[in-house]
């Protein structure tokens, strides 16, 4: 039965950056955690990275409950919960320096660059394109033709 949840990108919600940050971002609607699920761990917890960090442990409680159902060995099962407990360690490690990712690149329009060529009151740029270009090319040979 597939989980009903959202995700545009982290920057849109604090949702979505619980959800980008445990990698349940999904493809179409198949999330492991709920939108309801990750909005409660938010209300539950202080700040976003506790959050992550609550959902990514709910997360691992449910894969270990698959495998353990699925009659994996104890040595898979114990690999599935290193391997949780190393994502939890890191949440908690970096989740400070992730900041919300833009989902585009701003850039200037041409308006905005012919009004800056316009004000008269700037300061001219001391370099500009083309600068360098060589217009009259000269001649590796001398006046008599020799190299």
């Known amino acids: 039965m597939p989980v009903v949840g959202t995700y545009s990108s ?3 919600s604090d949702r979505d950056w619980v959800r980008f940050i445990v990698q349940d971002t999904g493809v179409d609607t198949d999330f492991d955690l709920s ?5 409660d761990l938010l209300a539950e917890h202080t700040n976003r990275i506790e959050s992550a960090v609550a959902a990514q442990q709910r997360l691992c409680q449910k894969y270990i409950l698959i495998a353990m ?5 104890g040595s898979i ?10 994502q939890v360690q890191w949440i908690r490690q970096n989740g400070l320096n992730i900041t919300a990712i833009s989902p ?3 850039s200037r329009s041409i308006s905005d660059k012919d009004a800056t060529l316009d004000d008269s009151d700037r300061v001219p740029p001391r370099f500009s394109r083309g600068q360098h270009e060589m217009t009259d090319p000269v001649s590796a040979e001398d006046e008599d033709g020799n190299l």
Request: hydrophobic share 25%.
């Open 69 to 73: 159902r699925a009659g994996e060995s």
């Open 104 to 106: 585009y690149l701003p």
């Open 77 to 86: 099962i114990g690999e599935i919960r290193r391997t949780c407990e190393s």
């Open 10 to 12: 982290p920057s849109a």
């Open 35 to 39: 939108d309801t699920e990750i909005t």
